[in-house]
């Protein structure tokens, strides 16, 4: 089975469906058209470089390289998902592009060399891919998680305090901030596991098949991909929050205010 | 000669880049009953806050049994003290969930947590236990977070304001409850004349920096 080709013209056409949504902003005063064009703008653009960037990254297919970019599609994630919290960036990116790509790169090895049958496990077809969908759903799943995790410090922080003072551990302080930032975070992809086939056809799923693969082998490749998604996004919010709250709380315990980016010294030292 | 528990030596704190407390120094004893006087904002309850870790003082420092109380002795510091103030954070869940989770805390799985005499010595009734915290009214949060500080046993207590929303006979009530532990070391911070009448009572003027009687 052959993948049908779409000519740029017809692709076109496609564009014109955007008239609904635009007429939908107009009609109800939404103010969505100008962000919706830079959104469309944006993902046009950015799909044709790296169409092309892609089409050469698998003709070449050197581990390096291949490599090189997965770390780069990390950074870009750590930078997206640390920026939609209150924390500065430049205090947790390096823990938490160490806990992406601990998770990340873990689970594409481990599904490279242990379930998918290929000769060479840094194949960009299977790294490159595999990671950006992981790094996708880790990236949503860490905006939940961190901006949970230290809002609710901040905002609990009388509680928090109490709770050190009656002689908790720091582990038992941060356990019930933890548990629920993380259950937050995963609720959307345990959600969209649970549903999948009935109420979602994935679009990794529709993709493979409109590839040309049979729904059998998408199915499995689909299987396959929940697994790696749910398991690398858990990694890697916990790890994000754990080595995270090294830089951010103090050895005292104390949520450091000088790591958000509107925070005020509380004590001088 | 009873032991020095807690003292405070040379302390100045900032707090917003505002000098709040200038060259403090302050020793407390084993069994010490102690008011600390001044107006509002002088920075008394600052005072718990430092010996907790909560803050760090701009200089000097904070010993307690003797020790420095830094990142590593802070630790064993709190397993000594028990804190209340007047509107303690007990949480968002019932009173069941917080004396649970209180109890399953590693430094409290030796405690027994009978909480029915203390609940009735301080006329809280028994079916709060099934309220969520926030629905208490400020007494009775007032009066559970003094349950749970005697419950786990500790003997300093740090007592911010924690008469301020209890009425007159449960104030003498509280007030003698803790002041008639020979052994129980009491730091209160208090504008409640309750405290002061204890004969036992030491105060200490935070604006002169000197004990008064």
Known sequence: ?269 | MRSTVIEFKNIHLNFNDRSIIQNLSLKINQGDKVVLSGKSGCGKSSLLSLLLGFITPREGKVFFDGAVVDEKTVWDVRKRIAYIDQDTSLGSGTVHDLLVFVSGLKINAHLNFAVNDLMKLFELNFEVIHKNIKELSGGERQRLAIVIAVLLNRDVFFLDEITASLDKHLKKKVADFFLNREDWTCVVVSHDPVWTENSAVRVFDFEEKKWKH
């Open chain 1, 1 to 269: 089975m052959e993948t049908l080709d779409i000519p740029v013209l017809s692709l076109a056409v496609a564009f014109l469906l955007l008239i609904i949504p635009v007429a939908i902003s107009f009609r109800y005063g939404l103010k969505l058209v100008t962000p919706l064009f830079v959104s469309v703008v944006r993902m046009s653009v950015q799909l044709a470089l790296i169409g092309v960037f892609l089409k050469y990254l698998f003709i070449w297919n050197n581990p390096f390289v291949n490599i090189g970019w997965l770390t780069v599609m990390i950074v870009v994630a750590v930078f997206a998902s640390v920026r939609s919290s209150s924390i500065k960036i430049s205090r947790i990116f390096f823990p938490a592009f160490t806990s992406f790509f601990v998770a990340t790169v873990s689970v594409v090895f481990y599904i490279n060399t242990f379930v998918i049958p290929m000769d060479n496990i840094f194949d960009a077809r299977y790294l490159i891919v595999l990671g950006g969908m992981l790094l996708g759903n880790s990236l949503r799943g860490n905006i939940v998680g961190i901006s949970t995790f230290y809002r609710q410090l901040r905002t609990d922080s009388n509680h928090y305090l109490y709770v050190l003072s009656l002689g908790a551990s720091h582990r038992e302080a941060l356990l019930p901030y933890l548990r629920e930032s993380v259950q937050l975070a995963l609720r959307p992809t345990l959600a969209s596991m649970a549903t999948m086939g009935i109420v979602t056809l994935p679009g990794m799923m529709t993709g493979v098949i409109l590839g040309g693969a049979s729904p059998e082998v998408a199915i499995k490749y689909q299987i396959l991909i929940m697994i790696a998604i749910v398991v690398s996004t858990i990694t890697s919010v916990v790890l994000t929050i754990l080595f995270t709250m090294h830089v951010c709380i103090d050895k005292f315990g104390v949520l450091r205010a000088d790591v958000f980016r509107n925070g005020k010294q509380v004590s001088s030292n």
